[in-house]
């Protein structure tokens, strides 16, 4: 059947798209694995409509529970999240987020309770537990024309926290593709339980609307960049052309980013980069310099450059900033125009935060302390 054969073709692409932006260090960042389980849910929920399509559930009774889940309570949570952990640290870091899972998980727990009194049905059950149930039900059926609009609604209010226009956009675009489906699906059920008609005609309109959106995520994702920082190295991929402005690396079409081998080493463009940052800029004078600046200025995850730190140094990052900051203590101790500085003032000057921070990197990186250098240049 064709019908299925297009959600089977949906599926597979969401888990593999899923998969992708979870472990390719092009889309590593904590925002974008919401992302990814958002696409995972969406594979699931497309699933249950194969499997009820199929006849699936007749033929294996103990899949039941699966089907029973109302998996739509954690599509508005995962955009939400992802929207969230795309905005700054001051408001991502307020509300208890595994709070949100609560809905889903009272109906996976509600779900099983009921496929254990479907099973129980030839017995004779107490009314009161029957009663119980459809009161819990009923609660199911409140929390779903309530969080689920409410959560819905809260992240357009939140949107306005995006810094970048192009971004702020697509968000919005995916947030509203994401809030017409489910809206219809939430309308759609309550007016096939209280009208009793047939919806599955339009249950099958929804759920292939629903492989619009894995398949305009990919897109967007892969083909317009959307999803990753490095949107130089995707451009590179898709065009054979790749460049980075403001620096005079360059690579060759014909050649691979050495960062998208196995091993990474000290040829690889972003080190490369990061050194001159250093070496030209000097941006480890910035005391509040981090992983996250760092990798702003690169175009790539914070993950990412402590890997190719890591790997081509065999330090951490920090280490690798403190060295350079040793370097430039040293050099001042060389130099006259800084004879009326104090050792701690040459410190602080090149990007140390402190005394103690100071004289451990300076005794780590030289073995001496920076009163035992001076003394030794005399």
Request: hydrophobic share 45%; net charge neutral; proline share 2%.
């Amino acid at each position: 059947m064709i019908y299925t054969t297009l959600l089977n073709i949906a599926i597979f692409q969401g888990i593999v798209l899923g998969l992708f932006i979870l472990k390719s260090s092009l889309f590593n960042s904590n925002s974008n694995k919401y992302l990814a389980c958002l696409l995972f849910t969406l594979s699931i929920i497309l699933l249950n409509h194969v499997f009820e399509i199929e006849k699936t559930f007749n033929s294996y009774p103990f899949l039941g529970f699966i089907e029973g889940i109302e998996w739509v309570f954690l599509l508005p949570v995962f955009i939400f999240l992802f929207i969230i952990k795309r905005i700054d640290d001051k408001v991502k870091s307020k509300p208890n987020f595994h709070l949100l899972f609560i809905p889903f998980a009272y109906s996976a727990v509600l779900s099983i309770a009921q496929d254990l009194d479907r099973i129980a049905g030839i017995y004779t059950i107490p009314k009161s537990a029957a009663n119980l149930i459809e009161i819990l039900g009923l609660i199911h059926l409140v929390l779903a024309v309530t969080f689920i609009p409410f959560l819905l609604i809260y992240s357009y209010f939140k949107i306005k926290h995006l810094k970048d226009a192009e971004e702020k956009k697509w968000i919005i675009t995916l947030l509203t593709i994401i809030t017409s489906l489910i809206f219809a699906y939430i309308i759609t059920a309550l007016a096939g339980s209280i009208l009793h008609f047939d919806i599955s005609p339009t249950m099958n309109i929804l759920a292939l609307s629903a492989t619009f959106i894995i398949h305009w995520t990919a897109y967007i994702g892969i083909y317009k960049y959307k999803l990753a920082k490095d949107k130089d190295v995707i451009n590179y991929f898709l065009n054979k052309d790749f460049a980075i402005s403001n620096t005079n690396l360059q690579i060759a079409e014909n050649s691979i980013p050495e960062e998208y081998r196995e091993s990474i080493t000290a040829d690889n463009l972003y080190f490369q980069k990061l050194e001159l940052l250093c070496k030209e800029q000097h941006i480890y004078t910035d005391s509040t310099l981090n992983r996250e600046k760092v990798a702003e200025k690169l175009g790539i995850s914070a993950g990412y450059v402590s890997q190719i730190v890591n790997k081509v140094t065999e330090e951490n990052f920090a280490h690798y900033i403190n060295r350079y900051r040793v370097e430039a203590v040293k050099e001042m101790i060389l130099n006259a125009e800084y004879e009326n500085y104090n050792l701690l003032a040459m410190g602080l000057e090149s990007g140390f935060t402190s005394k103690t921070t100071f004289y451990k990197a300076f005794k780590k990186v030289t073995g001496l302390t920076p009163n035992e250098y001076k003394n030794t240049i005399k």
